[in-house]
Nanobody
Framework: QVQLVESGGGLVQPGGSLRLSCAAS????????IGWFRQAPGKEREGVSC????????DYLDSVKGRFAISRDIAKNTVYLQMNSLKPEDTGVYYC?????????????????WGQGTQVTVSS
């Protein structure tokens, strides 16, 4: 059974950092495009970052470039999202998704599997 489990969310002050984890079970994570998405109250779910299968190339939403970094640990079958210099507008539920797509995309419709999400709140 394919399963994705996110963790690492929480409450952090503006300018702070968090590292989110997405642990996969039931499939080899390196064989899928993995993306991080977020959804703020009343807004659509948007793609934040992704890491492609095999070669591990990455892509980012413009507003997080230079602040967020996606990475993976193949041995642990886990993908991470390091978030630095957090802003209140980064607040939302963060989800990881897995896609059979080759290459990279931050389009939500390309992802077949989803985790349950983890809440990130950036507030003073």
């Amino acid at each position: 059974q394919v399963q994705l489990v996110e963790s690492g969310g929480g409450l952090v002050q503006p300018g702070g950092s968090l590292r989110l984890s997405c642990a996969a079970s039931g499939f080899i994570l390196n064989n899928y495009l993995i993306g991080w998405f977020r959804q703020a109250p009343g807004k659509e779910r948007e793609g934040v970052s992704c890491i492609s299968r095999r070669d591990g190339s990455t892509d980012y939403l413009d507003s997080v470039k230079g602040r967020f970094a996606i990475s993976r640990d193949i041995a642990k079958n886990t993908v991470y999202l390091q978030m630095n210099s957090l802003k209140p507008e980064d607040t939302g539920v963060y989800y990881c998704g897995a896609s059979n797509t080759w290459g990279k995309t931050l389009s939500r419709g390309a992802y077949e599997y989803w985790g349950q999400g983890t809440q990130v709140t950036v507030s003073s």
